[in-house]
């Protein structure tokens, strides 16, 4: 729809253009704060993790919330392609970089799925998916990739940056996303990324190979690879593109603000389910509902639960101490899970879960942010019980509705109330862990066995007694009568087909 046909009080609101001038780095320990328009990823002078504030945000929370609701409702009608991703928030995402720097992937507004009927028998509850597969590289990362390479482009179309290596170390979806952010930036941008040796998935493996990253594979883990990613962003001049760049925090909130329009800006009894690895995203999902929820947006902070796996459970653990004040944070060794982008033993992002929860429950006046952990068996079973009901969940999608079932065993959830479970990848991202539990191949450590009735194989049909085709010899016409009712008989067999 074009400008001059949306209602009239409303157009002066929908293509932003009275920028922020006013956002800067503060950082979560000693405070201080820091000017934007430099990369920085951890405080120079005590060495903690950053968020980014915008010292405007107080001129949006004097427009009232039904004018919000109404500005982001009606930019969906617009197509103006720096407004159509993540960026329909502009004012809550990165309201310093002007319109022309923002690159628009196809990222964001991912369709939230509501659960099979028969799903929901089997889990006693009506939940849904949100299907943050269906991203352009097939995760949520690139949420935070469009906000953090937007920036990137806003220093390089201003000359504050010539050109700029990103780098990322990954658990394989952190990667793919940079990669193919970066790619789009080709000349200026050249992206290198980090992975653990053996422990990312051949797809994931083939993304940044496929946008032309340099891709290195280290011995060790995630934390690892991490560890080496760090030394490079503070030593030589290159962009970090990890979580711990509060950059991708901003895009991400975007699924924040997504689950409130979707549920028309009323969160009552929205409970927010996601998996929890570097814990950016629950950051973000945190941050993002603090902002709407002060704007006036939302009148209600929803319930969130952050899962883990019991092979990489560091947060859970940390909030399991009920008494706040005797909470210490532990790194643990990880072992291998099937939520292997989750697989993380030292989150980045720890500090800025322990700041925002106490704020979230605070402004919320009761505990609204729990945690669950639960084993793989789990993550694997509940996976493929959603797929075989019409879902695409990832393995972190199974570890989500793993999470459901425990939390409503915790008595976490009530009747009433409407889970909606973040599939942060796309299945097809992790059919190895699928292939290994149909074929009961998984490696003792894991431990999985296959329950029987949610394996699946294909079954080969091969006639005996007849010529087969074979590539680059056809069959003779009556040969290949034969061989289509001998093989048409085969499959209704196995079918219980009985004959017309
Ligand atoms: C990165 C990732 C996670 C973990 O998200 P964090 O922000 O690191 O907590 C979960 N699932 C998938 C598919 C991921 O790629
Ligand atoms: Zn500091």
Known sequence: MKIKDFPKEIQEFLIPT?????????CLGCEREYDIYQLLYTCPACGQVLLIYDSNFGRYKKIPGELWRKIFDYRRMLNVPALRG????YE????????????????????????????????????????????PSASFKDRGMASAFSYLKFLLLTKRLPSILAICASTGDTSAAAALYAAYLQPFVKSAVLLP??????????????????????PGVFDDCMKVVEALSENYPVALLNSKNAWRILGQESYAYEIAQDFEYDL????????????????????????FFEAGVIKYLPKIIGVQSEHANPVYRYFS????????????????????AAMIGNPV??????????????????????????????IMDWQLLANRHGHIACTHGGEGLAGLIAAMEAGLISEEELPVIDSTAHALKFAGFQDMYFQNTFPSDFKITPVEKLSNRPTRIKPAGIKLPQPGEPLSEEDMGIFIKNTSAAIADQLNLRPK
């Open 18 to 26: 009275r920028f922020s001038t006013g956002m800067f780095y503060r």
């Open 86 to 89: 993540v960026f329909r928030y």
């Open 92 to 135: 809550f995402i990165a309201p310093i970089i002007p319109l022309e720097a923002i690159f628009y992937l196809g990222e964001g507004h991912t369709p939230m799925i509501e659960a099979s009927a028969l799903l929901q028998n089997i889990v006693g509850q009506c939940f849904f998916f949100k299907n943050d597969g269906q991203n």
């Open 197 to 218: 040796q053996g422990k990312v998935t051949p797809q994931q493996l083939s993304q940044p190979l496929g946008s032309g990253a340099r891709v290195f594979e280290l």
């Open 268 to 291: 009552k009894n929205v409970v927010v389910i996601l998996p929890i690895g570097n814990a950016g995203n629950i950051t973000a999902i945190m941050s993002g509902f603090i902002k």
């Open 321 to 340: 101490e009920p008494d706040p004040k005797k909470r210490r944070f532990e790194t643990v060794t990880v072992r291998p899970s099937v939520a292997q």
């Open 349 to 378: 992002s720890m500090p800025r879960v322990i700041y925002l929860e106490k704020i979230y429950s605070l402004l919320a006046r009761e505990t609204r942010v729990f945690f669950a952990q639960v084993p793989e068996q789990a």
